[in-house]
């Protein structure tokens, strides 16, 4: 089965072609460069550089992909979540193609595209799984019983992962997105430099919040300042990225042991931070769970997982309906 994949749910306009395991063109256009100066995703300019965009990258991802559009199965697209007017963009494009090709359309959630690429690199993967899903926007364990099924253990009650690191890297400087930049600062400096809260790292539950470290984190810096202290940038990234990565890798993994469950996905955007990776799969060895860490290209915003997701649904009898709305608040169960 070969599928055309869209995702322009925030700043990547992407699209892929994926016919089975095997990725046949994987192209992105990244926005940074634009929002960069605002610090911050800007909504409609986000909607604007998808619409100039996505048409180009059509074309060309068929092309890479050496096939003709005549050659699809179907055309995967995120409904959601993410911002209305970018996601709209990438719909109505979808809506469009699989109309004229009289093809299936088939509406993806963004966090299930995000699950789905580790299946993608790793066909072989069998369920259920523990996948922990930390991106910009998003931070959840999910027990995942069987794929395209999902319940959620427990999410973060206030920020998302990606946003702690994006808040404390646009307070100390740092260009935008700050969770890459944390974690290259990170490499050399001390994690045990200062200690930042774990909030609810041993809570009974599989929830997160990092409103509080990043309150923290803020504090102890103005007070370091105040007092005409000198502070490591390196060692106060370092320090900050292991209090982030000690509650998700201690709640991840115990989730595992509680639910019996033996393999672990890290998803999402987060899931490239070398420091969580690394940790992960050094606890899952000691613990003896297989832990699953997509390749980079595969963790941050892509559209193969998003053809990925698609197929795998169709490949199931799904279809979704031309009329179906993008979807804000899209939830995954
Ligand atoms: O999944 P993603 O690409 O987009 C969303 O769906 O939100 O995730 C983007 C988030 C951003 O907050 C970015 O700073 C963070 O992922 N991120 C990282 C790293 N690479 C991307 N955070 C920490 N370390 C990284 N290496
Ligand atoms: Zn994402």
């Not at 292991?242 to 639910?259: F, G, M, N, S, Y």
């Amino acid at each position: 089965m070969i599928v055309l994949g869209i995702e322009t749910s925030c700043d990547e306009t992407a699209v892929a072609v994926v016919e089975d395991d095997r990725v046949r063109s994987n192209l992105l256009s990244s926005q940074t460069d634009l929002h960069a100066r605002f610090g911050g995703v800007v909504p409609e300019l986000a909607s604007r550089a998808h619409l100039v965009s996505l048409n180009i990258l059509l074309a060309q991802a068929i092309q890479e992909a050496g096939v003709a559009y005549s050659d699809l199965d179907g055309v995967a697209v995120t409904i959601g979540p993410g911002l209305i007017g970018a996601l709209l963009v990438g719909v109505s494009a979808a809506k469009a193609l699989a109309s004229v090709l009289d093809v299936p359309l088939i509406g993806v959630n963004h966090l299930e595209g995000h699950v789905e690429a580790a299946f993608l690199e790793r066909p072989d993967l069998r369920t259920p799984i523990i996948a922990l899903i930390v991106s910009g926007g998003h931070t959840m364990i999910a027990e995942v019983p069987e794929r395209g099924r999902y319940e959620i253990l427990g999410q973060t009650i206030d920020d998302a992962a990606g946003e702690a690191f994006d808040k404390i890297a646009r307070y100390i400087g740092l260009a935008f997105p700050g969770g890459p930049e944390i974690d290259r600062l990170a490499r050399d400096g001390n994690p045990a430099a200062y200690r930042f809260p774990r909030a609810k790292m041993n809570d009974d539950d599989y929830d997160f919040s990092y409103s509080g470290l990043k309150t923290a984190v803020i504090r102890w810096i103005r007070e370091r300042q105040d007092a005409g202290e000198d502070i490591d940038a390196a060692d106060l990234a370092a320090s900050f990225q292991e209090a982030v990565v000690d509650v998700q890798v201690a709640k991840t993994l115990r989730a595992a042991e509680t639910r019996r469950i033996a393999t672990v996905v890290v998803a999402g955007g987060v899931a490239a931070n070398s420091r969580l990776r690394a940790r992960m799969h050094e606890e899952g060895e000691r613990r003896r769970i297989e832990i699953v860490t997509p390749s980079l290209l595969l963790c941050t915003d892509n559209a193969a997982m998003i053809a990925t997701a698609g197929m795998r649904r169709l490949e199931a009898g799904e279809r979704t309906p031309l009329d179906v709305p993008a979807t804000p608040n899209l939830a995954l169960a």
